[in-house]
């Protein structure tokens, strides 16, 4: 795995865990809509690995090619 797919796949890894503890935050400052705010988080976290995923596919298939100039 070249410096380019890690550098995705770690960014994937950090936007996931920012996202976890945004979330753990809002759940703890107002916990009387945890059970509420929970599931958006998780959804949230989803789209978040969802989005980075293009990225790293990119990267990953420039990498088996071979290819220098991407």
């Given at each position: ?37 929970w ?32």
């Amino acid at each position: 795995m070249s410096a380019r797919t890690l550098a995705e796949a770690c960014y994937m890894v950090a936007s996931a865990i920012v996202t976890y503890l945004i979330t753990a935050t809002a759940a703890w400052g107002y916990p009387q809509g945890a059970a509420a705010i929970w599931p958006i988080g998780l959804v949230a976290m989803a789209f978040v690995i969802g989005f980075g995923f293009k990225p790293f596919l990119i990267s990953w298939r420039i990498d088996r090619s071979g290819r220098r100039d991407a």
